[in-house]
């Protein structure tokens, strides 16, 4: 079903060879150039030598430029990326069972910021004291929090994420919208005027991420949330089965029903429908800042370049409210080379290494400085409401077993989606669900 049916989530590498000098020096953590293992999340941060780094697929293509910049300044304790798969999941499943077979394969590893808790509970990562870290004080506080078990550090945030609106400016501008939607009455309102236009035929009004996976735990999250509902409270305790959380989860239930998503929606991820929006399929879409400097390709890859522009999430009745997203750089307890996978995480964590991401990516920094910056401003313009969305975004679930509590959200979310069963019914039986998983 389409709009007329609806009613109602890179620039040039930046040398930095002058500042490793500075970063190693800042970075030492000692260590005699030996290796050695640890086997507790309290383990010393000692040994040197090479490490492996556990990263999920790199779409972008540049995290081998900033892990080269490292290797050429280090020589004897060079970086061995371990390509894990695109999907999150899957991800974590590697880091689980290399962690539960205390195998050590992996050094750093590049998590999800809503893994901290179970990773740290099990001892399967390195508590880190905050002193190996001198520019933690310098990062958006909220991401430092996600890196964070029982008020003790056990990673350092490298990115962080807010979901944003992608939307057709140009589209919007035809059909005499000025202004990006900031509520969903208002967003549908403006898809029936587009779909009112030559150009807007055939295409479909809003999408985000939902297959059942950890992307739909987010946008349920965000609906929920954005109405006014939540998952888990201030107290650690499910309350899920409320008339708030109801109305965030019909909204998408209806879009569904109506066409207003479009029904292929169901199977999407990140990169489903980065590629639906670029390729003109969309009117708007929710999804992370990566997807700008890709949207906005002039080689051919994408149809949208220049012609659209990035908001805040919208909401039930005013602006909606992002999860926050991001990756910490955790250190393996069973791993080696302690000392050398501290320094690479600050050099990876540096402002100077952040921002070179930012250039060629459009990934979110940590750095506060970066989305003040004038010439970034200018060339990413949706750092302002980036930066806006991070400071009001709220963490999924923060609890040990997020692996089972974020799979009975994705099979809730999932079932009143796809018409298995009612939001009245999704939600009775999640907080059951939840109440069981959750006893922290």
């Known amino acids: 079903m389409r709009f007329e049916r609806s009613h109602a989530r890179g620039a040039a590498f930046v040398a930095v060879a002058g500042s490793l000098a500075l970063l190693a020096a800042a970075c030492g953590s000692g260590g005699n150039g030996s290796s050695s293992s640890g086997g507790s999340s309290t383990g010393?941060?000692?040994?040197?030598?090479?490490?492996?780094?556990?990263?999920?697929?790199?779409?972008?293509?540049?995290?081998?430029?900033?892990?080269?910049?490292?290797?050429?300044?280090?020589?004897?304790?060079?970086?061995?990326?371990?390509?894990?798969?695109?999907s999150a999941d899957a991800q974590r499943q590697q880091m689980v069972q290399d962690a539960q077979t205390k195998a050590g394969a992996y050094t750093v590893l590049n998590m999800d910021v809503v893994w901290t808790s179970e990773f740290a509970a099990n001892?399967?990562?390195?508590?880190?004291?905050?002193?190996?870290?001198?520019?933690?004080?310098?990062?958006?506080?909220?991401?430092?929090?996600?890196?964070?078990?029982?008020?003790?550090?056990?990673?350092?945030?490298?990115?962080?994420?807010?979901?944003?609106?992608?939307?057709?400016?140009?589209?919007?501008?035809?059909?005499?919208?000025?202004?990006?939607?900031?509520?969903?009455?208002?967003?549908?309102a403006d898809c029936q005027k587009v779909a009112a236009l030559p150009e807007g035929k055939g295409m479909s009004c809003y999408a985000g991420q939902f297959e059942k996976y950890e992307g739909l735990t987010v946008n349920f999250s965000e609906a929920i949330n954005s109405a006014g509902g939540v998952i888990v409270d201030k107290d650690g305790k499910p309350n899920v089965n409320t008339p708030e959380a109801k109305a965030g989860l019909e909204e998408l239930v209806n879009g569904f029903k109506t066409g207003a998503i479009p029904?292929?929606?169901?199977?999407?991820?990140?990169?489903?429908?980065?590629?639906?929006?670029?390729?003109?399929?969309?009117?708007?879409l929710r999804n992370w800042p990566y997807v700008y400097s890709l949207a906005n390709k002039t080689d051919g890859s994408s149809k949208v370049a220049g012609k659209f522009a990035v908001a805040p999430l919208?909401?039930?009745?005013?602006?909606?409210?992002?999860?926050?997203?991001?990756?910490?750089?955790?250190?393996?307890?069973?791993?080696?080379?302690?000392?050398?996978?501290?320094?690479?995480?600050?050099?990876?964590?540096?402002?100077?290494?952040?921002?070179?991401?930012?250039?060629?990516?459009?990934?979110?920094?940590?750095?506060?400085?970066?989305?003040?910056?004038?010439?970034?401003?200018?060339?990413?313009?949706?750092?302002?409401?980036?930066k806006a969305s991070i400071l009001g975004a709220q963490p999924r679930p923060k609890v040990v077993k997020y692996g089972d509590v974020t799979a009975v959200i994705q099979a809730a979310a999932y079932d009143a989606l796809s018409g298995t069963t009612t939001p009245d019914k999704a939600l009775a039986d999640l907080q059951t669900k939840l109440q069981s998983l959750i006893t922290n």
């Not at 029904?263 to 639906?276: D, H």
């Open 314 to 386: 919208p909401g039930k009745s005013g602006p909606g409210v992002s999860s926050l997203g991001g990756h910490d750089y955790a250190i393996s307890a069973f791993a080696k080379n302690k000392a050398t996978a501290v320094d690479f995480i600050n050099f990876m964590a540096s402002e100077a290494r952040q921002k070179a991401n930012l250039e060629a990516t459009s990934q979110a920094p940590t750095w506060a400085s970066l989305y003040d910056d004038p010439t970034l401003q200018k060339q990413f313009p949706y750092l302002t409401p980036l």
């Open 123 to 188: 001892q399967w990562v390195t508590q880190i004291p905050e002193d190996k870290i001198p520019d933690l004080g310098k990062l958006i506080p909220a991401t430092v929090e996600t890196a964070k078990y029982r008020d003790k550090l056990y990673g350092v945030p490298i990115t962080s994420d807010g979901g944003l609106l992608y939307y057709r400016k140009d589209l919007l501008t035809k059909a005499g919208v000025t202004a990006a939607p900031s509520t969903w009455a208002d967003l549908l």
């Open 263 to 284: 029904k292929e929606a169901i199977t999407y991820k990140e990169e489903e429908s980065r590629r639906a929006f670029q390729d003109g399929k969309l009117l708007f």
């Open 44 to 86: 010393a941060l000692e040994g040197r030598g090479p490490i492996t780094f556990a990263t999920g697929k790199d779409t972008s293509g540049f995290l081998p430029k900033q892990v080269e910049a490292w290797n050429a300044a280090h020589p004897n304790e060079k970086v061995e990326v371990k390509e894990l798969p695109e």
